[in-house]
Nanobody
Framework: QVQLVESGGGLVQAGGSLRLSCAAS???????MGWFRQAPGKEREFVAT????????GYADSVKGRFTISRDNAKNTVYLQMNSLKPEDTAVYYC?????????????????WGQGTQVTVSS
């Protein structure tokens, strides 16, 4: 069984930065990992994804050039560096793990989820 625990959320002013971490228990080094977010009253949306070897990385258009996803398989941890934050980035951010190879931007394709960490960007 895989468990995911996010950390690093908080309150930041627009233009600021935050680094989210997702610590995984279990053998996730072959899994595709992703970050999603959900704002109040909105559906959960894809943010970024990274395959096990880090050879492929994908981003939502809304965060491209501002966010960076990375992983350290030795530490079973995935990161999301968020720069130039905007008020519209305010949401609960979720880490997710997908068994097997292949990437996906669809939440339904991911098998394990963390509890989420709140990110609030003030204007």
């Amino acid at each position: 069984q895989v468990q995911l625990v996010e950390s690093g959320g908080g309150l930041v002013q627009a233009g600021g930065s935050l680094r989210l971490s997702c610590a995984a228990s279990g053998r996730t080094f072959t899994y595709t990992m992703g970050w999603f977010r959900q704002a109040p009253g909105k559906e959960r949306e894809f943010v970024a994804t990274i395959i096990w070897s880090s050879a492929y990385i994908g981003y939502a258009d809304s965060v491209k050039g501002r966010f960076t996803i990375s992983r350290d398989n030795a530490k079973n941890t995935v990161y999301l560096q968020m720069n130039s934050l905007k008020p519209e980035d305010t949401a609960v951010y979720y880490c997710a793990a997908k068994r097997g190879a292949g990437v996906s931007t669809i939440a339904y394709d991911y098998d394990y989820w963390g509890q989420g960490t709140q990110v609030t960007v003030s204007s």
